[in-house]
Each structure stands twice: as structure tokens, then as C-alpha cells.
């Protein structure tokens, strides 16, 4: 009776040492069963012909699974990948109104009078008008959002320049007003609705009609008090930076009263009639504000979990120097207010937290949607990254180093220009923020992924057979942009390690080489059984040379010439 020596393990071996970062199996287009003539010879050297495997794809030996944190681009390189949350937060400009109920100081003017003990006729007596009004507007209460006020746009409630004609006692006086106009301060701009009125200048009112315009009681001339200039004498604007909320409006100045009102009618013993002219107003409602402004922003990031690992980087030992990591922020801003943010990533592993990364000054834009903002390590990659806006964080690699499980972003610190904007009163802007880890797989210096894998179930096949050395030799094409380095230990079918068994690999294949390599499996006392397998370990490091190229589905190992030897013969039990 004969016995099968199957060599395939020997041959997984190699396999694993290069390229099984993932995987131990090898496939059956690489088993040494369909190429070797198996008939054993005892005793004396044994020697395997030569064997040589196809080109063995990392996609194939990866294994990436479906849903894994590792994907591929269109291109088949891989990326380490995994999206964060999305949150929004309010930038809020609150309403703001002028208080100017009693803000306005009305003035008096004599007009006629009948002192003569009877009814008499008033003729036309012409009183001519050169007085002001006074301005002295306090209006408190004003948002801290409003650092420093450069003009206000307004809407007034209520506001008119009102003509009184009063009469006392017995009187039928009418007034005709002429040649008149209303001057109000340099700071303000109005308009008015009568058609009896314009403005020019942006202040003047004056009465169109070159006859003039009569009226027998009162006279209302409805005005818009439309911008307020705080550049502009007479406008000022206190900042009250000790108490929220409670910053003061002033307006003080005159309104200039120039024209001719003229009086006549009758009117018994006794009465009068004179005039009063004055502005009321409920108040001026602002709209529009240009001012440096602090609005509370509130940005929060909720944590990216980094989850589904594939097992390469699993190991507790596995450190990764990725050559331009690259954190994804996409931004809708739709308010006219640009801001900057910086925060602290805090990268957690089991429960403890490694080196943190603070990123500054990242500017997002005013009036921006989905805004896309890359911050990566690398500048001399900006031309492969894709984005509206391009940030380095020299040191951002290393919150990815120790392959966390969790990254927090913390301490979230909002800034805005401390330079006037134009923003609209009253109204409530809606930002969002998402954000992603988006980074290729390309490895510098410093990468040391560790992986290990029992290859084992030899048992069977080496039951009944006991030997003494087996020598590999073969040629390595590694066309990966990792070196690789394999140690082993041989264990037992309880995964314990054979103390009297060595595994002497010499096994080192550089990046994007073509390199010989051996290994050997000795005994160091009595003869080689119970061999269940090995224990690998695989290292796979990055260098210089090497990173800018991403790691990719289709690049491959290949082994040729794989021959092996059985020195001193074997040990066989036929029964």
C-alpha cells in the first residue's frame, strides 16, 4: 500500500509569506498534486521538480467582504473608506426694532389770534418757518450678534410729518402751506408715498405743487425711514460686551423745518389758531443690517466609527503610515456669513485614546451648497484630490496610525470675519455639515502590518510519516507596493508550538521585485512528527520608493521554480 505525501501546505506557506495578507488557502490551479509524480522513495534525498503558480491577484487573496471599511475606486485601488454623520446647526440674525415712539420732538408755532371783543375776518397772513425738530432716540435691548453697525436698512410703522393747525374757540382758519421742505439729518435716507411730496438728496421732503396745499385741520405726509448710516454724525451704535443682549441704538440730531404756512378764515373774541409740526413714529423696523456680526454657531460632528475591518488590519500590532490621508467635509452654508472652524480628532482604540490632531482656520464659505472641503496630509497631492477647497494637516496621519475604532471630533471652535457683511434681520440660516474618510491605500514608511495565521490540518496527511528537514527554494515576483517579510513556528494539532521543530525562513521580498527566496522546516532533536502546520506571522511594510502607489485589486504575486527537498529521506508506516 502507498501512501500521499500532499506538498500543497508547503506551497500555501509560500503563498501566505508574500501576498496573504487575508487568506491561507491556496487555490486548486496551485496544487502541487497535479504536477508531481508521488511515488515515495525512502531513504536518501527526496526532490520535487520544479512548480511554478499563475499570477495570484490581491483580489482574489484579500477577500475583501461586501460592506468592509476597505473598497475600491473604479479603477480597482483600493481605499480605506467610511462615512461619517451629517449634522445641521442654525445661524441665527434675530429681529431688531428701533424704539422711537416718543424718539421725535415736536415744535410750536404762533399763528393768529382775536382779541378785539367781536367776530372778525382773518385775511391771508403768511407765517414763514425756519425751526427743528429735535431727534433723541435711545432704543436698548439690540442683539449681541451686532458687533459693530455700519448702516441699517429700515422699515418704519406708523411715521409721518404731521402739520397740526390748532384752533381754540370759536374758528374757521385754513392753512396753505408753500415753498416747503423738511430736511432730516445726513444718517437717514427716506421716501414717502404722498404725490403731493418728494425726496431728493436721500433726506429732503419737499412739497411738489408750486401752488401750494391746503388743509383746515392737520396735515399727514407719510415718510419710510429707509437707511440709517452709522458712519454718519448723529448715529451711534454702543456695544455693551459685559451684558448679552442689551446694546443701545442712538439717534440724535434735528430735522429742519423750512417754508411759508399761511392763515386767514374768521374766528370769534377770543379764539386762536396756531401750529404745531412734529414726526410720529410707533417704530423703525430694521431689515438689513451691514455690521460685523458674532452669530452663535453651534457646529456639531458626531463620531466616525470605523468598523469591518478586513483582518490585515486588524492585528493589535498593525500601524499604517498612509502617504496623504484625506478627510472629506461637504458643507451647505446659505448664509452670507463665511465662517472658520477648527477642532480636536481624537482617535479611541478599546476604550483608550491615542494622539490627537487639531485642525485650524477651516474656512467654509458664505452662500455655499454641498461645498466639498479636503483636508489631507500630503500638499504635494493636491492635483489628485478632488475638492472646492484644499487644506494640509502635516501630522493628520497620525489619528489613523494605530487603526482606531472610533474617531470623535471635539472641541469645535466657530470663528467669523471681524469685518462687516451684509445679512438680513430676523432671519434664521440652516448650515449643514457630513463628512467622510475617503483615503487611498498607499503605505510610507513606518507602515508595519502584522498579520498572523495558523496554517494547519497537515495532521493527516503526515500521520504516519516522520522526517527530518524539508528545504524550499523558489523565485518571488512581488508586484505589490509592500515589502514583505515571513517568520513561522511549526505547532502541533492543539496549535502549540513544537518545541524541537525550526522554521528557518529567510524570506524578505522587496516592493515591485523579483527576488529568490528559501525556508526551511528542521528538527533539532530526534526527527520531525506531529506536524500539524505553522504558525505565520506576515509583515508587510511601506517604503520611500514606493509611496505614491496605491495598493490595487490587480497587482499580483507570482512563484516560479518553487522545488522542494526532503533531506535524509522519510519514515513511512505502510500498515
Not at 490551479?29 to 511554478?52: E, H, N, Q, R, W
Not at 370769534?268 to 431689515?287: H, T
Not at 453651534?298 to 469591518?308: A, C, G, H, L, Y
Not at 495565521?453 to 518571488?476: P, R
Request: hydrophobic share 35%; charged share 25%; proline share 3%.
Amino acid at each position: 500500500m502507498k501512501k500521499n505525501f500532499k506538498n500543497h501546505a508547503v506551497l500555501g506557506a509560500c503563498a501566505l509569506g508574500l501576498i496573504s495578507l487575508n487568506s491561507c488557502q491556496v487555490d486548486d490551479a496551485y496544487d502541487l498534486d497535479k504536477d508531481i509524480d508521488k511515488t515515495i522513495t525512502v531513504g536518501g534525498d527526496i526532490t520535487v521538480p520544479g512548480s511554478s503558480t499563475d499570477e495570484m491577484m490581491l483580489k482574489d487573496l484579500l477577500e475583501i467582504e461586501e460592506g468592509s471599511t476597505v473598497t475600491t475606486d473604479e479603477n480597482g485601488n483600493y481605499m480605506l473608506k467610511q462615512d461619517g454623520g451629517s449634522n445641521s446647526s442654525n445661524i441665527e440674525i434675530p429681529r431688531v426694532s428701533i424704539e422711537a415712539t416718543s424718539g421725535f420732538t415736536g415744535v410750536d408755532i404762533d399763528g393768529v389770534s382775536n382779541n378785539t371783543g367781536s367776530s372778525i375776518d382773518i385775511p391771508a397772513t403768511n407765517i414763514g418757518i425756519d425751526e427743528n425738530i429735535a431727534i433723541d432716540i435711545n432704543s436698548d435691548g439690540i442683539t449681541s450678534v451686532l458687533k459693530e453697525l455700519v448702516y441699517v436698512k429700515t422699515n418704519c410703522v406708523n411715521t409721518s410729518v404731521v402739520i397740526d393747525l390748532n384752533k381754540v374757540g370759536t374758528s374757521n382758519v385754513s392753512a396753505t402751506m408753500s415753498d416747503f421742505e423738511v430736511v432730516f439729518p445726513e444718517f437717514m435716507t427716506l421716501e414717502t408715498s404722498d404725490s403731493n411730496w418728494e425726496v431728493t438728496d436721500g433726506r429732503v421732503l419737499k412739497l411738489k405743487n408750486s401752488e401750494g396745499q391746503k388743509f383746515s385741520d392737520d396735515l399727514r405726509v407719510p415718510i419710510n425711514i429707509t437707511k440709517i448710516d452709522f458712519e454718519k454724525a448723529g448715529a451711534e451704535y454702543i456695544f455693551n460686551a459685559n451684558a448679552k443682549d442689551n446694546n443701545v441704538i442712538k439717534l440724535n440730531g434735528e430735522i429742519a423745518l423750512k417754508g411759508n404756512i399761511s392763515l386767514e378764515g374768521s374766528m370769534g373774541s377770543g379764539a386762536s389758531a396756531g401750529l404745531r409740526i412734529d414726526v410720529e413714529s410707533s417704530e423703525i423696523e430694521v431689515e438689513e443690517v451691514s455690521a460685523v456680526v458674532d452669530p452663535e454657531i453651534d457646529i456639531t460632528i458626531d463620531p466616525v466609527e470605523i468598523s469591518d475591518l478586513p483582518d490585515f488590519l486588524n492585528d493589535e500590532n498593525a500601524a499604517i503610515e498612509l502617504t496623504d490621508p484625506r478627510l472629506f467635509f461637504t458643507v451647505t452654508n446659505p448664509s452670507p456669513i463665511a465662517v472658520k472652524f477648527g477642532a480636536t480628532l481624537k482617535p479611541f482604540k478599546t476604550g483608550t485614546a491615542l494622539e490627537n490632531v487639531d485642525i485650524k482656520d477651516i474656512e467654509i464659505p458664505a452662500g455655499c451648497e454641498n461645498y466639498v472641503i479636503c483636508i489631507h496630509q500630503n500638499a504635494e497631492m493636491d492635483a489628485d484630490v478632488t475638492a472646492d477647497s484644499k487644506v494640509t494637516v502635516e501630522d493628520l496621519g497620525n489619528i489613523i496610525k494605530r487603526i482606531p475604532e472610533k474617531i470623535e471630533v471635539e472641541n469645535i471652535v466657530v470663528t467669523v470675519p471681524d469685518s462687516p457683511i451684509t445679512v438680513q434681520a430676523g432671519k434664521t440660516y440652516e448650515m449643514s455639515t457630513a463628512y467622510e474618510i475617503n483615503t487611498p491605500l498607499m503605505f510610507s514608511e513606518g507602515t508595519n502590518i502584522v498579520y498572523t495565521e495558523n496554517m494547519d490540518g497537515w495532521g493527516s496527511d503526515l500521520e504516519d510519516v516522520e522526517f527530518n528537514k524539508v528545504e524550499a527554494t523558489m523565485s518571488v515576483t512581488n508586484k505589490l507596493p509592500l515589502g514583505v517579510n515571513l517568520t513561522a513556528v511549526a505547532i502541533d494539532n492543539a496549535g502549540n508550538e513544537l518545541s524541537n521543530v525550526k522554521v528557518d525562513i529567510d524570506m524578505d521580498i522587496k516592493a515591485g521585485a523579483t527576488s529568490d527566496v528559501k525556508f526551511t522546516v528542521s528538527t533539532t532533536n530526534g526527527s520531525i512528527k506531529g506536524l500539524d502546520g505553522l504558525k505565520l506571522t506576515v509583515t508587510a511594510k511601506g517604503s520611500e520608493e514606493t509611496k505614491n502607489v496605491s495598493l490595487n485589486e490587480n497587482q499580483y504575486i507570482q512563484i516560479k521554480d518553487l522545488k522542494l527537498k526532503l533531506t535524509g529521506g522519510i519514515t513511512m508506516d505502510l500498515n
